[in-house]
């Protein structure tokens, strides 16, 4: 069992920056590969960012890709998502979420991640 909080979401203008973190507790974090996800109002829930259970490999989806930088230091438990050169359109509440189901891959089905955090909001003024 892995319990995710994030934390560090805000309000933040039109090409600032925020990073958020994602602390888990459990032994068993360093094995799971993980996941950013984000919801807006009235839109479907979507993939991020994912990483490797070590950090060797990441993921991003299309319109964040070298803007966002996904990261994790197992040693705290915690994974990050440093957001720069944000834009309204990246407003959502933002997720973390554990894949457990060990996979040495970075899978971005929704329904794939057994572990969730509650989410924190992320709000990009223009």
């Known amino acids: 069992q892995v319990q995710l909080v994030e934390s560090g979401g805000g309000l933040v203008q039109a090409g600032g920056s925020l990073r958020l973190s994602c602390a888990a507790s459990?032994?068993?974090?360093?094995?799971?590969?993980m996941g950013w996800f984000r919801q807006a109002p009235g839109k479907e829930r979507e993939f991020v960012a994912g990483?490797?259970?070590?950090?060797?490999?990441?993921s991003y989806e299309a319109s964040v890709k070298g803007r966002f930088t996904i990261s994790r230091d197992n040693a705290k438990n915690t994974v990050y998502l440093q957001m720069n050169s944000l834009k309204p359109a990246d407003t959502a509440v933002y997720y973390c979420?554990?894949?457990?189901?060990?996979?040495?891959?970075?899978?971005?089905?929704?329904?794939?991640?057994?572990?969730w955090g509650q989410g924190t909001q992320v709000t990009v003024s223009s």
């Open positions: 459990g032994r068993t974090f360093r094995k799971y590969a």
């Open positions: 990483i490797t259970w070590n950090g060797g490999s990441t």
């Open positions: 979420a554990a894949d457990g189901a060990l996979s040495s891959n970075i899978r971005v089905g929704i329904s794939l991640y057994d572990y």
